[in-house]
């Protein structure tokens, strides 16, 4: 029979992550790499009975290929704190495992703002539509860097699965800005390290058009409402602002 263990790294998530392990215990085993944690997350994996690898990590790439090299079956099905397994999900994810002759699958998302489902819009390195999170432990290897790592594959892609993840994202507007603040920082810094900018401001202004166009018209943001056109200006912010951090600032 095919095994599986669930792989969760987190950074002091002692409020989400309680939520994240209970909707986990399908799984075989269950890894959570702690990353410069200083709150109660390591008690309550432990109580959860995950098993626990610590330390600090620059890299997001680096700490996640730390979590696979941990686990020791035959499948990997990667979340975070902020992502909840339902059972449907869970059923398919067991099912697929124990007769798929592929070494990977996509699984489909549901994005949650609050309390509120936005399904349209997400993509153009800002929210995700679908991940491929569930994989043959020697499939998938992360790239080196802080934010939105490449992947190297081995093996066959298999189809996307049916149902999907539950992704509480942003808690609200606010934090959907503090995570644009963020996510362009970390992107600034990758590029600094390689001596890049991320291209001309002239380049990035066009990046801002397209990728405001691929999320809020052919992704479907305009059905989302304000949240789509928020959505679709954050996605395309993304890379004009990461090139001016890059470009202007040190740290």
Partial sequence: MSTLTALVVV??????LPACLDKLRFADKVVVVLDKCTDGTKDIALAFGAKIVEGRWDLEGDRRNTGIAACDTEWVLEVDADEHVPPA????????????????HEIPVDNYIGERLVRHGWGASYGKAAYP???????????????????VWRGKKGPMLHNRLQHYVDKNISDMIRRLDSY????????????????????????LVSRFFKCYVRRGGWREG??????????????????????????
């Fill in 11 to 16: 950074c002091n998530e002692e409020k989400r």
């Fill in 89 to 104: 999900l869970a059923e398919e994810i067991r099912r697929t495992i124990a007769a798929t002759s592929f070494d990977w």
């Fill in 133 to 151: 999170g569930l994989f043959r432990k020697n499939a998938k290897t992360w790239g080196r860097d802080r934010v939105h790592p490449s992947l």
């Fill in 184 to 207: 362009s920082t970390a992107k600034a810094r990758d590029l600094r390290d390689r001596g890049e900018t991320w291209g001309s401001t002239a380049s990035n202004i066009r990046r």
């Fill in 226 to 251: 304000g949240y789509g056109l928020i959505i679709a200006i954050c996605a395309g912010l993304y890379p004009l602002l990461s090139h001016f951090k890059a470009k202007y600032e040190k740290e």
